[in-house]
């Protein structure tokens, strides 16, 4: 991704309340442009992304979406991001978008997952017009092992 797309989205996170990210498999993981993409989101709009809410998705021709899914949620993890889960691994299986409309299992996750994020997104925003605010993030310690 370029740097020009990358600093548009991280403008857009400021403002925006939550995000999905998602990848095709490639070799068990995700593809390359999306890590190489979140890295540098991660670097130019980090604070932009604590306590939003945030939701992974994968699609596969058959296999490597829980390994794939495991890499996008430690962006969430790491951010402080609000989690949104289904009614089981979202992912959907298929080697063509028409495949994937075939996808009936997957295609329910899908739309699971886009109704809990709906609805987590106004539970915070009642908090907020309630007077809860989200938690103080404190400074980042950061340690290594090495003496």
Same mark, same amino acid.
């Given at each position: 991704?370029?740097?020009?797309?990358?600093?548009? !989205?991280?403008? +857009?996170?400021k &403002?925006?309340?939550g995000? #999905?990210?998602?990848?095709?498999? @490639? %070799?068990?993981?995700?593809? =390359?442009?999306?890590?190489?993409?979140?890295?540098?989101?991660?670097?130019?709009?980090?604070?932009?992304?604590?306590?939003?809410v945030?939701?992974?998705?994968?699609?596969?021709?058959?296999?490597?979406?829980?390994?794939?899914?495991? !890499?996008?949620? +430690?962006?969430? &993890?790491?951010?402080?991001? #609000?989690?949104?889960?289904?009614? @089981? %691994?979202?992912?959907?299986? =298929?080697?063509?978008?028409?495949?994937?409309?075939?996808?009936?299992?997957?295609?329910?996750?899908?739309?699971?997952?886009?109704r809990?994020?709906?609805?987590?997104?106004?539970?915070i925003e009642?908090?907020?017009?309630?007077?809860?605010?989200?938690?103080?993030?404190? &400074?980042?310690?950061?340690?290594?092992?090495?003496?």
């Amino acid at each position: 991704p370029d740097d020009a797309t990358v600093d548009a !989205v991280a403008e +857009k996170m400021k &403002a925006a309340d939550g995000l #999905v990210i998602g990848s095709p498999v @490639y %070799w068990a993981s995700p593809s =390359g442009e999306i890590i190489s993409f979140m890295d540098k989101l991660a670097g130019k709009a980090g604070a932009s992304l604590t306590h939003k809410v945030g939701a992974t998705v994968a699609s596969a021709r058959r296999a490597g979406t829980t390994a794939t899914l495991d !890499v996008l949620n +430690k962006y969430l &993890a790491y951010h402080q991001m #609000v989690s949104v889960a289904s009614n @089981y %691994w979202p992912m959907v299986h =298929g080697n063509t978008p028409e495949e994937v409309k075939k996808d009936e299992e997957g295609l329910q996750i899908m739309r699971t997952l886009g109704r809990n994020m709906a609805w987590i997104l106004k539970c915070i925003e009642a908090g907020k017009k309630a007077g809860i605010d989200a938690p103080a993030t404190e &400074a980042k310690i950061m340690t290594n092992f090495i003496r």
